[in-house]
T-cell receptor
Framework: GQQVMQIPQYQHVQEGEDFTTYCNSS?????IQWYKQRPGGHPVFLIQ?????EVKKQKRLTFQFGEAKKNSSLHITATQTTDVGTYFC??????????FGAGTTVTVRA | NAGVTQTPKFQVLKTGQSMTLQCAQD?????MYWYRQDPGMGLRLIYY???????DKGEVPNGYNVSRLNKREFSLRLESAAPSQTSVYFC???????????FGSGTRLTVV
């Protein structure tokens, strides 16, 4: 079945620095979604990417979908304490089922 | 506020006890889902309901049953709780199969 791998599992970032989290699928995806979960909270939908090579931005967050539609990345610039949490990617295969990665947990040093 | 409502928020069960987790959405979404979240394992799909009247197994259905009571409500039942079912359970819904999911606030379940 479809598997979505996410790296790194943990990211410790100095406030103001940039970082990137990566998502890789064993199969071609029809689309990929990203979610953010604050500590003690629930996942919140951030964005969906559908097209090969697609790039979308939300303020300091940049999302990319790979040309082969098997990988994706989330890049955050000038990290702030409000960026703390776990970021999940979720890939949708041909059967429309969404498979979540294990997440990247981000902590920020002030 | 519009969204997905889960009850209860916390629950402690003894091994062998049964319980039902309730979920309701008021966004007129067709599809609803139950996930469990364990440390380091992300979100794993237990069961889902693509539309009212249908339910299907996800990745980890063993030990669970579901009921799609109507378009709004989707419940998850543990017939005989086991310690391995200690987890955080999230209900989610989506309007179309390709839309982002809206999650409830979760149920933190401990089985002792």
């Amino acid at each position: 079945g479809q598997q979505v791998m996410q790296i790194p599992q943990y990211q410790h970032v100095q406030e103001g620095e940039d970082f990137t989290t990566y998502c890789n699928s064993s199969t071609t995806l029809s689309n990929i979604q990203w979610y953010k979960q604050r500590p003690g909270g629930h996942p919140v939908f951030l964005i969906q990417l559908v097209k090969s090579g697609e790039v979308k931005k939300q303020k300091r967050l940049t999302f990319q979908f790979g040309e082969a539609k098997k990988n994706s990345s989330l890049h955050i610039t000038a990290t702030q304490t409000t960026d703390v949490g776990t970021y999940f990617c979720a890939g949708r295969g041909g059967d429309y089922k969404l498979s979540f990665g294990a997440g990247t947990t981000v902590t920020v040093r002030a | 506020n519009a969204g997905v409502t889960q009850t209860p928020k916390f629950q402690v069960l003894k091994t062998g006890q049964s319980m039902t987790l309730q979920c309701a959405q008021d966004m007129n979404h067709n599809s609803m889902y139950w996930y469990r979240q364990d440390p380091g394992m992300g979100l794993r799909l237990i069961y889902y309901s693509a539309s009212e009247g249908t339910t299907d197994k996800g990745e980890v259905p063993n030990g669970y049953n579901v009921s799609r009571l109507n378009k709004r409500e989707f419940s998850l039942r543990l017939e005989s709780a086991a310690p391995s079912q200690t987890s955080v359970y999230f209900c989610a819904s989506s309007g179309l199969r390709t839309e982002g999911y809206t999650f409830g606030s979760g149920t933190r379940l401990t089985v002792v």
